[in-house]
């Protein structure tokens, strides 16, 4: 019967992430012993203080509908966190909490984006950018990078992309799947094109503000000129170990937030109640609460780097954000690998899973077809078996 479904449902693609992780799913349920490096989640606990919050929220009877675009409270720790991090300041109005950063984004998507519209995409991208976009009934126009500039966009790759139906331009820094973070020399080159195009829109995503290893962070909407056209996207599934609360929210110029609370309010009304009340506990907390994840996140980096630049034929750059290494495996491209032939990054992250029992991600699924997608949010001991055997696969073909 799927004769019967919407082109909207049959054109779109699966999330390469959770296929993988299904994938890897059903291969643990056969008795295989599969390491999974596909999904970006934490491999840390919730912080106790934020179970703590709520614990009191439910004991408080938060268990009524919130409005819309989250309680006031919670809207003014995401502003006052956005004056304290990011020298943004915003008001009630601007503000819109949502069922995660991805709804987040679903929602500006929809609120903004016209049939044709297009959206400029640095690839490599997070694997839903392009999806929702299309949704919408955008186009994608993808802007490639290289590892040489550690994938990150220059300005005059941007100019080059703008045409007369450009609408958006949506990133994130730190970057998912790259790792990548930009510099704010870098963005402020970036705002001076668009200072250039006025109608332009950006979206920022900024979900891994945290986890940055670059000695600082720069949100795009703090540079002269960028205030009033940017939305800034973020939530607190990373930084605090939250993925499962579903928490995320955006700062943006009030007639686009006020577009988004209009859809939200049709879709899924206001998030989670008692996560809400947590999200407040996480918002309010001092980064140097959750520095020991970051800390540790920069040491398995460190580590993922180094057993992996003993593998002949993976070419590396180093990530300076997130918990993910962005590989170029290109050199086996064309190569048989224990009767597998290797066309593509798909091909050789589905020889990994298959020969080597390790879940990774297709850089296909992010707009870059050479190179595969590892998160190294797991444990040192996982890591280190996992690369050991990914180096055995790929010697021993």
């Known amino acids: 019967m799927s004769q019967q479904l919407s082109e909207r449902v049959l054109n779109m693609a699966t999330s390469a992430t959770l296929a993988m992780a299904a994938k890897a799913r059903e291969l643990r349920a056969e008795g295989k012993d599969i390491i999974g490096l596909s999904l970006g989640e934490p491999d840390f606990n919730t912080p106790d203080f934020v179970k703590q919050a709520a614990k009191e929220a439910i004991d408080q009877n938060y268990s009524s509908y919130s409005p819309v675009d989250g309680y006031v409270d919670l809207k003014d720790a995401i502003i006052k966190k956005f004056q304290r991090d990011n020298n943004l300041t915003y008001g009630q109005s601007g503000i819109v909490v949502s069922t995660g950063a991805k709804q987040s984004l679903a929602n500006v998507a929809m609120a903004v984006i016209n049939p044709g519209d297009e959206v400029i995409l640095p690839a490599p991208y997070w694997v839903s950018y392009s999806e929702i976009v299309k949704l919408a009934e955008g186009v994608p126009v993808e802007v490639q990078t290289s590892i040489e500039n550690d994938f990150k966009m220059t300005a005059d790759q941007l100019e080059a992309a703008i045409t007369s139906k450009t609408k958006m331009l949506w990133y994130s820094s730190p970057c998912n799947p790259s790792g990548s973070v930009y510099s704010k020399e870098e963005l402020e080159a970036i705002a001076a094109v668009l200072r250039k195009h006025p109608n332009i829109i950006v979206v920022s995503d900024e979900i891994y503000e945290?986890?940055?290893?670059?000695?600082g962070h720069t949100s795009i909407a703090s540079i002269e000129g960028m205030f009033d056209r940017t939305v800034t996207v973020n939530g607190v599934s990373k930084a605090f170990a939250m993925t499962g609360w579903r928490i995320g929210y955006i700062g943006a110029p009030d007639w686009i937030a006020r577009a988004c609370n209009k859809i939200q309010g049709q879709i899924t009304s206001g998030?989670?109640?008692?996560?809400?009340?947590a999200t407040i506990a996480a918002l309010e907390a001092p980064v140097s609460s959750i520095q020991f994840m970051i800390d540790k996140f920069k040491e398995r980096r460190d580590l993922v780097l180094s057993l992996l630049g003993e593998i002949e034929g993976f070419q590396l750059n180093v990530p300076e954000g997130a918990f993910y290494v962005f590989p170029n495996v290109s050199s086996f491209f064309g190569k048989t690998l224990k009767g597998k032939k290797i066309e593509n990054a798909s091909d050789f992250a589905l020889f990994l899973l298959e020969e080597a029992n390790v879940a990774t991600v297709t850089g296909e699924a992010f707009g870059n077809p050479n190179c595969i997608r590892i998160s190294y949010a797991a444990s040192e001991e996982a890591l280190k078996e996992a690369i050991s055997r990914i180096?055995?696969?790929?010697?021993?073909a």
């Open 210 to 215: 945290h986890i940055n290893f670059a000695g």
């Open 271 to 277: 998030a989670n109640s008692i996560a809400q009340r």
């Open 391 to 396: 180096k055995t696969a790929v010697s021993n």
